[in-house]
């Protein structure tokens, strides 16, 4: 399997993020060491139903999904500690309800929200896999997001030669994580001055990521997957409708994939 620069892309911004949090926390740390731990969840979730952030076009999705499959990776670098888990709640013909809660919790914040996806598994070529979105806290209501524009796909020059880089990694026979023994290929990134590796197992989920190192300080890694998920928002049997009756479902429709 070649790794591909988006899924690499996707995994640097993770660790970004956490670098970044873990950046602020460090500058803006009080010296008072008794102030309350700060939820940001709130305004995580106003950022999206604002239209300030937006959710994906594309989701990775393994072949044959079934409901109740989940794959959660964890990290405690930087003393922060997050959680990133994936699952699949719904099946409905060709269309899944996939949703992904991410955990953060230091010293001074912690955050805990729930992103959910109307995924097209068998979308036409060209089109976006993600159909619909929405946010919200765990065990709560789904709110309707808005959705970036997937960028436009020029047609192939069949005549020019791709120059697209392709990394097949190097093979692995012995990872042990969550209890299984992977074996898979290891991709190695040289990033700003720092290396990045990542692995990504046979017969996994999601992305199949199962761990990522990013220099000496930054592991995420395999916590637990099963088969037995339940859904982690309130949804009903016509889950797919879910937002039409706050008059969101509309408006992020009309605005689904405008720049902000």
């Not at 720092?194 to 990522?212: L, Q, S, Y």
């Not at 949804?235 to 992020?252: L, M, P, R, V």
Request: net charge negative; glycine share 8%; hydrophobic share 35%.
């Amino acid at each position: 399997m070649v790794f591909t620069m988006r899924a690499f892309a996707s995994v640097m911004c993770l660790v970004l993020v956490v670098v970044g949090h873990a950046s602020v926390v460090a500058q803006d740390a009080p010296d008072d060491p008794d102030l309350p731990q700060v939820d940001t969840t709130d305004t995580t979730i106003k950022s999206y139903t604002d239209g300030k952030s937006l959710a994906p076009y594309a989701v990775a999705i393994h072949e044959d999904p079934k409901p109740g499959q989940y794959w959660e990776v964890g990290s405690d670098s930087f003393d922060i500690k997050t959680t990133n888990r994936w699952q699949v709640s719904r099946i409905d013909g060709d269309v899944a309800l996939l949703e992904q809660r991410v955990s953060m919790s230091a010293e001074m914040f912690k955050s805990d929200y729930v992103l959910g996806y109307r995924v097209d598994l068998k979308p036409e070529r060209g089109a976006p896999s993600v159909t619909k979105a929405w946010i919200g806290k765990p065990g709560g209501k789904p709110q309707v997001i808005q959705i970036a524009k997937m960028p436009a796909v020029a047609a192939p020059d069949t005549e020019a030669e791709d120059d697209t880089p392709n990394d097949e990694g190097q093979p692995f026979e012995a990872l042990e994580l969550a209890g299984t023994t992977w074996k898979g290929r290891l991709y190695t990134h040289e990033f700003d001055d720092m290396t990045t590796k990542i692995w990504v197992v046979e017969n996994g989920w999601f992305d199949r990521i199962a761990k990522t190192t990013a220099g000496d300080e930054f592991e995420q890694k395999l916590q637990s997957f099963g088969y037995d998920a339940e859904p982690l928002m309130l949804w009903t049997e016509t889950w797919q409708e879910a937002g039409a009756d706050d008059g969101a479902e509309k408006e992020a429709t009309e605005k689904t994939g405008e720049e902000t």
